[in-house]
């Protein structure tokens, strides 16, 4: 006889199973193509249409089923630009299109706050991701949204429209903007990747593994964004105090959260951590920011006065690795490409100077590189706070005898 447990599972599975094979149903049955653009607002409703009409095309049986565990409840993981992980003002305004759509046309769902107490009682989220992306139609950009099942971790529908606005607001939102380094991780990539998942695969599961602490990682940013700090620090203290609370987003919270509450010998730590973490993981992107067409940094102190702080850290953690650092120097799409090939070098020489400044032993371990702006991440060239992305600084660990 099976035990309670193993009954729970076998059932599960029997379910995720017949989800996964109606899904696939309904999505090749019903799925449109993605059509022509469309303005902004337009093209949102049409995406929610989209998704909502796919879950309608399911099997009755499965809605009955779901209808008999309890009432239906979304939550929407915040959206982000995909080509650089972070929220923007126009993704936040998507958002709460979004909302406002899914309230108005479809009550047959909750829509519920993002956050620590009602991730455990929803059964679906929703994410998406805004892409610039100039296809075959002209659209600039394309809109992406996926309903994932928490429970089976099946993505039951996806939709995309094109939106055919060519300018829309990409500033980056305050915590983002304010970020020393890009926390786009694996665990961001694992969100983006399920907003391009088609219905009846299953979602990254990474990304859902981290939902729990992402609400967390959520309510801390938004209590930043809104003047709370010390309610943020406790948030972000909390997030990075669980077990997969080891994030470059968490800690890049920590640290400006010190930073304005005037914390500075923890903000420094703090610092130390997030550049240990981003070099065992290969992924330290950090935003320092230059004059235009020089090596020297801005001299605003509202900008670079962490810089030197930022250098020595960057410089104890590497000293304590036994491999190489590649120092690589990125410039936005802003002059000829020859000019930014040779800007970004001369840059990334500047920077790993700087570096072994602060620890001699670097000199035989540090190599520079510049990359121009052939991998722009944004590629406004608006040289403001929108792109600072590509004016960034990368260190690679690679290995000495490469």
């Known amino acids: 006889m099976m035990t309670t447990t193993t009954t729970q599972r076998v059932r599960l599975a029997l379910r995720a199973f017949a989800l996964c094979a109606a ?13 022509n653009a469309m303005p902004f607002d337009q093209a949102v409703n049409q995406a929610v249409d989209d998704l909502m009409v796919q879950t309608q095309k399911l099997p009755a049986f499965l809605a009955k089923v779901e209808s008999t565990l309890t009432q239906r409840r979304i939550v929407i993981d915040p959206l982000l630009e995909g080509a650089s992980g972070q929220q923007t003002e126009v993704t936040r305004v998507a958002e ?15 829509v519920t706050p993002f956050n620590a107490s009602e991730i455990g009682s929803a059964q ?20 992406n949204l996926a309903l994932t099942e928490i429970r089976s971790g099946m993505v039951i529908a996806q939709s995309v429209t094109r939106i055919s606005d060519a300018t829309l607001d990409t500033r980056p939102t305050a915590f983002f903007r304010d970020s020393p380094v890009n926390g786009k991780d694996r665990g961001v990539e694992g969100y983006i990747r399920t907003a391009e998942t088609q219905p009846g695969q299953a979602a990254d599961a990474l990304y859902l593994e981290r939902l729990p602490t992402s609400t967390v990682l959520q309510e801390a940013t938004a209590a930043y964004e809104a003047g709370r700090m010390s309610e943020a620090l406790g948030r972000y203290e909390a997030a990075s105090k669980r077990p997969d609370g080891q994030q470059l987003r968490i800690y890049s919270g920590l640290y400006l959260t010190q930073s304005q509450l005037g914390r500075t010998a923890d903000a ?19 935003k320092f920011l230059f004059k235009p067409g020089s090596t020297d940094f801005l001299a605003d102190p509202k900008i670079s006065a962490a810089y030197p702080m930022w250098l020595r850290q960057i410089a104890r953690q590497a000293a304590q690795i036994d491999s190489c650092v590649v120092v690589t120097g990125h410039t936005s799409r802003t002059g000829s490409e020859a000019v930014n090939e040779r800007l970004s070098l001369q840059r990334a020489v ?29 590629g406004t060239g608006a040289d403001d706070a929108s792109d600072a992305l590509d004016r960034r600084v990368e260190f690679k660990v690679v290995s000495c005898e490469a």
Request: glycine share 8%; charged share 25%.
């Open 23 to 35: 899904v696939l149903a309904a999505a090749c049955a019903h799925r449109p193509a993605p059509g």
């Open 96 to 110: 709460q299109r979004i909302v406002q759509r899914m309230q108005a046309q479809f009550r047959q769902f909750t």
């Open 124 to 143: 679906y989220v929703l994410n998406g991701t805004l892409v610039r992306d100039r296809d075959a139609s002209g659209a600039p950009y394309r809109l």
């Open 268 to 286: 420094e730590k703090t610092f130390g951590t997030i550049a240990r973490l981003g070099l065992e993981t290969n992924n330290l992107s950090v």
């Open 350 to 378: 500047s920077v790993k100077t700087r570096l072994v400044g602060e620890a001699a032993p670097l000199s035989k371990k540090l190599r520079e590189s510049g990359m121009g702006f052939r991998e722009n991440i944004v």
